[in-house]
């Protein structure tokens, strides 16, 4: 049987070890990269005491850290070189090669808003997999509208890097992707993007991923790369090939692709095993049966109905014996030596074979470590499997193990070992009855009933393909770090740019899913300041919280103001979603846009609500200006209202054409720009200066309102070009056509109003098909109650829209009658009746909390907020902003 290389191959991967290419970096020069990177890892060694106090510093050996570490780029820890390499940068706009592709007055003042198509399919995204991944193209567009050449980009949750990725393919992107690009901010109206690399600082806790953006973030010899990987397998494959080999029908020898093995289970009537495979893989079509027979005694039973058999086995690892879960190989795939593929059931052989490796030691280093604390961590406890090398049987191991010793400190070739040596070669891979690709169920440490134990020779080198194709189109030098994103080592207001894609609540374990490729590593993540909800870390949706402000706020730190932040968001919690709001805006951002994400598409998608939190989000938010920031600190609070209004309306996208018509842009809606106005005085400590109806009135006394949005006389000089330009006669629509709330109810009625007025009956058949209300713990307010409280009845007894001075007589009385059901359930609370109130109204809570903040009441903020529903504090924005700042002062 042919191994992977002839012996042709063999004597061709002779590799030349010397590089002489002299290289100067941070001003320093030396005589070749090898001399560089000894240099800074000395360097490094000598910081490490220092850089353990910082948050963010991983588990592991100081050995360890520094062979995985290539300094000053990248750093298996805290980069203490960050700040040199910004301060460099920032001087080298001003060089040649910069300078004639930048604007001295360049300055962004609307954000990305329109849709992106991107897939995924491209040789970079595919090399190396990771939990989630935003494909580079589509951030390249937000990277093209914010910035300039040269310009620098921070990710502070880079994940595999692809934020640098999209930096560095600003610099050399194909002539089809540009095309496209170039050709969607025509047609958007946006400026022609200047095409130019930018620099990427990349930053994240995990040092798995770290260690795979740094390989997509630094140059490669390809041609090198694709030797010393090959030079290693091929070594490995002459130790081992006989591993991966089995018998022929005509007795010749044939290499296995992937054997199937199979759990065994317990007949719970007459006690026998069932092998899963034999009793309930249906091959003919093909198909997991639900219900199965026992071979022995033909009881039909469910997966749920049986036990799995458990075997006592010696774990010479760990010097343990210990019970695991019982299975057995029952399938094999293989090709002859004329590369046809087959499939057979093991036999004398082929259990011999295994026979002889379990019997054997493995003769390397592997990682033994018991996993980590979690949930899914420990999901296999009850099978055994409570230890790294337990992932895996003893053949592939061996192999991994084997390669592994052999890498040594070849950083790129590591890269692609990290690639399989989890998801692709360990236990967690499920076989696919025959169908295309075996694979692990994503997001899990779950291992299956019927695992694929795939050949690592022939998934080695098929992403080793991946990779020489994806190296072959990167080579910039991005900088690389674990930390957390709490603390970086840069200036204050040294970035020009962030786009980010941090982890979201418990959507998934991160630290708990790395683990395993860590272990291999030899560095794992310090989950100490990991962004998540987690029993197991004792974090709830507050600690998560608390985390992500302290990461928004360094983001602010370090952004130069005036300049924009994106963030992406994916979570379908109304209560996270708002966490992430609240962060925000507590460290000063201001949010301008939100638009959904479909990563499966890669599309953007306008949404009309920044609480739509069905699909993933893309935040805009901008740090103000330096001259709004000064006059906003001298000016009075009513100056200090409208000047507000201003800077904001100057950072909100103009209505873009799509579909032949122009679309809404509800941030340009009166009522979320009072709640922008609400929330920016109110993180600042700052009483609001005008009430609603008094803000109306300003709004339209200053600026022009047409089709529902409000704006600037030279923004709506643009609408109207817009309208103008593509014959647009139709008017987009604000109409509110769910009623999720109390106010969107009103603002439901109103619309319908504004034709003319209704009486009750025209208006309750429609309201009820819109009402959606259905929030556990609020109270369900009467269509009747919310014309009463809000609008104004005829003698006819029809319904009306109040005008200016009514509509403050009526804000009076609602806010009256509000408070009066709020000292209800105040009296309820203090007087001991009740330990918690099970239902209540949403808005009465709303008023009541503004009324205290406004006595300076903070204590009973606390108390009734603890009492109310917890879903209703943490999914509504407004009484969160509310209760975190009230627990603050308490």
């Given amino acids: 049987m042919s191994s992977l290389f002839t012996d042709e191959d063999l004597t061709n991967l002779e590799i030349n070890n010397t590089d002489n290419t002299p ?72 060089s040649p090669e910069f300078k004639k592709l930048r604007k001295n007055d360049f300055e962004v003042k609307d954000p990305y808003a329109s849709d992106v198509s991107e897939g995924k399919n491209n040789p970079i995204y595919n090399a190396h997999s990771y939990h989630t991944k935003v494909p580079h193209p589509a951030i390249m567009r937000y990277i093209l509208h914010y910035t300039q050449p040269g310009d620098i980009v921070l990710d502070g949750f880079a994940g595999t890097g692809m934020t640098g990725v999209a930096a560095q393919m600003c610099g050399k992107c194909d002539i089809d992707l540009k095309n496209k690009i170039e050709n969607e901010f025509e047609n958007l109206e946006y400026k022609k993007p200047v095409w130019g690399a930018r620099h990427a600082v990349l930053g994240d806790l995990s040092p798995i991923a770290s260690f795979i953006a ?166 296999n406890d009850k099978d055994g499997i409570t230890n790294v090398h337990q992932f895996y049987t003893k053949r592939n191991l061996w192999i991994l193990s084997s390669i592994r010793d052999r890498i040594n400190d070849k950083n790129k070739v590591l890269n692609v070992f990290d690639s399989i040596d989890t998801f692709l070669t360990s236990k967690l891979v499920r076989y696919n009855q025959g169908k295309r690709g075996n694979g692990n169920l994503a997001g899990t440490l779950y291992v299956p009933s019927l695992i694929a134990e795939s050949n690592v020779f022939k998934l080695f080198v098929g992403k080793l393909n991946d990779f020489i194709k994806a190296y072959e189109k990167l080579g910039a030098k991005n900088l690389t770090l674990i930390s957390s994103a709490e603390n970086f080592n840069i200036s204050d207001n040294s970035i020009d740019y962030i786009f980010t894609d941090p982890p979201f609540g418990a959507n998934i374990n991160y630290s708990e899913l790395n683990f395993i490729q860590e272990a291999w590593l030899k560095v794992k993540t310090n989950n100490k300041e990991e962004a998540i909800e987690s029993g197991s870390q004792n974090k709830g949706l507050f600690e998560y919280q608390n985390i992500m402000q302290k990461c928004f706020a360094e983001f602010y730190r370090v952004l130069k103001p005036g300049h924009w932040i994106t963030i992406e968001f994916s979570n379908t919690a109304a209560s996270v979603w708002n966490s992430i709001q609240l962060g925000l805006n507590r460290v000063g951002f201001v949010i301008a846009n939100v638009s959904s994400l479909d990563k499966q598409q890669g599309s953007f998608k306008a949404v009309t609500t920044p609480t739509a939190v069905k699909q993933d989000l893309v935040i805009s938010c901008y740090k103000p200006s330096e001259t709004f920031t000064k006059q906003f600190m001298i000016q009075d609070s009513r100056a200090n209202t409208w000047s507000f209004v201003s800077e904001h309306l100057e950072h909100l996208p103009i209505p873009a054409v799509k579909d032949e018509r122009t679309t809404s842009v509800i941030e340009r809606s009166p009522k979320v720009l009072y709640d922008r106005l609400i929330t920016y005085f109110f993180m600042r400590g700052l009483p609001v200066p005008l009430d609603a109806a008094d803000f109306q009135e300003g709004l339209r006394n200053r600026y022009i309102q047409e089709d529902g949005m409000i704006f600037t006389s030279a923004q709506l000089n643009q609408y109207h070009e817009l309208k103008k330009k593509h014959n647009i006669t139709d008017q987009p629509s604000l109409f509110v056509s769910i009623i999720e709330s109390e106010n969107d109810a009103i603002q439901w009625i109103k619309e319908k109003l504004e034709a003319g007025p209704l009486k009750y009956q025209d208006i309750q058949p429609d309201y009820r098909k819109a009402y959606t209300i ?77 009324d205290s903040y406004q006595k300076k009441d903070f204590k009973r903020i606390v108390t009734i907020g603890d009492k109310i529903p917890e879903n209703l504090l943490t999914e509504d924005e407004t009484l969160l902003n509310y209760y975190d700042i009230a627990s603050s002062k308490v």
């Avoid at 829209?801 to 209800?824: G, S």
Wanted: aromatic share 10%.
């Fill in 23 to 94: 290289v100067t970096v941070l001003g320093k020069s030396f005589a070749n990269d090898n001399e560089r990177r000894q240099y800074f890892r000395e360097e490094l060694r000598k910081k490490l005491p220092e850089l353990k106090r910082l948050e963010g510093y991983p588990i592991g050996e100081d050995d360890d850290i520094i062979n995985l570490s290539d300094p000053p780029y990248y750093t298996a820890c805290p980069n203490p070189w960050l700040k040199d390499f910004v301060a460099e940068w920032e001087k080298e706009k001003e």
């Fill in 214 to 379: 740094y390989n997509y973030n630094t140059p490669v010899n390809a041609k090198r790369f694709e030797l010393e990987a090959k030079k290693i397998l091929a070594e490995v494959e002459k130790e081992c090939g006989w591993m991966y080999e089995t018998r022929h029908t005509d007795g010749s020898i044939g290499k296995i692709n992937y054997v199937v093995w199979s759990d065994v289970f317990i007949c719970p009537d007459c006690g026998g095993e069932i092998v899963f495979y034999d009793a309930a893989v249906d091959m003919s079509i093909p198909k997991v049966k639900e219900e199965f027979s026992c071979p022995n005694c033909g009881a039909k039973h469910t997966k749920k109905q049986v036990s799995k058999a458990m075997q006592t086995v010696f774990d010479k690892a760990t010097n343990k014996t210990i019970q695991q879960s019982k299975t057995v190989p029952v399938l094999i795939q293989y090709v002859d030596k004329k590369g046809k593929r087959h499939e057979k059931k093991p036999d004398e052989f082929d259990f011999d074979l295994i026979k002889k490796i379990e019997n054997s030691d493995i003769p390397y280093w592997y990682p033994k470590d018991e996993m980590c604390e979690g949930r899914e961590a420990h999901r």
């Fill in 774 to 850: 259905n929030r556990k713990g609020e109270v369900e307010v009467e269509l009747k109650d919310v014309l009463e409280e809000n609008f104004i009845q005829e003698s006819d007894g029809s319904w009306r829209i109040p005008d200016m001075n009514e509509q403050k007589d009526r804000d009076a009385l609602r806010t009256k009658a509000l408070l009066k059901i709020w000292e209800d359930y105040c009296a309820q609370v203090e007087s001991g009746k009740v330990k918690k109130l099970k239902d209540v109204r949403l808005e009465a809570v709303k008023a009541g909390f503004k």
